[in-house]
């Protein structure tokens, strides 16, 4: 395998999230700093961010908004983050609002935190139930905190969480 940081080879997304672990306000400064400085098309910087931290207000509408499997894990993350687009071209927003998400993964990755997305959740109740302004669309929601016990998880997702991890081959993303 070719080198790669190891801020990139031991990222990883774990459903299990130490559940009572706190996300600091240094480490979602961090998160958010490390998110704010990614690459965007025209320096449009079209990503906006809801944080939530567990068991308050926000963390609690984030969290209904999500499906029943995938609260079964996530009421364990120390914080809930929405990923949202401001309106425009939905590609390139899109596009960017990855490039800052994936920034700010690789910074948890350097605080010793992990982070999961979820892209399965009701987006209108979430934009109605935080009350985001028009034209500010929720694309993701990312669960962040420190690693818990994967023993906790209900079997099904315990064999996902202890399973080997997978990738393609680079020779299988390669066009022609």
Same mark, same amino acid.
């Given at each position: 395998?070719?080198?790669?940081?190891?801020?990139?080879?031991?990222?990883?997304?774990?459903?299990?999230?130490?559940?009572?672990?706190?996300?600091?306000?240094?480490?979602?400064?961090?998160?958010?700093? *490390? *998110?704010?400085?990614?690459?965007?098309?025209?320096?449009?910087?079209?990503?906006?961010?809801?944080?939530?931290?567990?068991?308050?207000?926000?963390?609690?509408?984030?969290?209904?908004?999500?499906?029943? *499997?995938?609260?079964?894990?996530?009421?364990?993350?120390?914080?809930?983050?929405?990923?949202?687009?401001?309106?425009?071209?939905?590609?390139?927003?899109?596009?960017?609002?990855?490039?800052?998400?994936?920034?700010?993964?690789?910074?948890?990755?350097?605080?010793?935190?992990?982070?999961?997305?979820?892209?399965?959740?009701?987006?209108?109740?979430?934009?109605?139930?935080?009350?985001?302004?028009?034209?500010?669309?929720?694309?993701?929601?990312?669960?962040?905190?420190?690693?818990?016990?994967?023993?906790?998880?209900?079997?099904?997702?315990?064999?996902?969480?202890?399973?080997?991890?997978?990738?393609?081959?680079?020779?299988?993303?390669?066009?022609?």
């Amino acid at each position: 395998m070719a080198h790669l940081t190891p801020l990139l080879a031991f990222r990883w997304s774990p459903r299990a999230f130490h559940p009572t672990a706190e996300l600091t306000g240094d480490e979602a400064a961090s998160l958010l700093e *490390a *998110a704010r400085w990614a690459p965007s098309a025209g320096n449009a910087q079209p990503w906006r961010f809801a944080l939530g931290r567990r068991d308050d207000e926000t963390w609690k509408r984030i969290l209904v908004s999500l499906t029943g *499997a995938d609260q079964r894990w996530a009421r364990h993350a120390a914080a809930l983050l929405v990923g949202a687009h401001v309106a425009g071209d939905p590609e390139r927003c899109a596009y960017d609002l990855g490039q800052s998400v994936a920034h700010l993964s690789v910074q948890a990755t350097a605080l010793g935190l992990h982070v999961r997305q979820i892209r399965d959740f009701d987006r209108a109740a979430l934009a109605a139930e935080l009350d985001l302004p028009t034209g500010v669309r929720p694309l993701v929601v990312a669960a962040v905190g420190p690693l818990g016990d994967p023993s906790a998880l209900p079997g099904d997702l315990l064999r996902r969480e202890t399973a080997l991890r997978r990738r393609h081959p680079v020779h299988a993303l390669l066009l022609g």
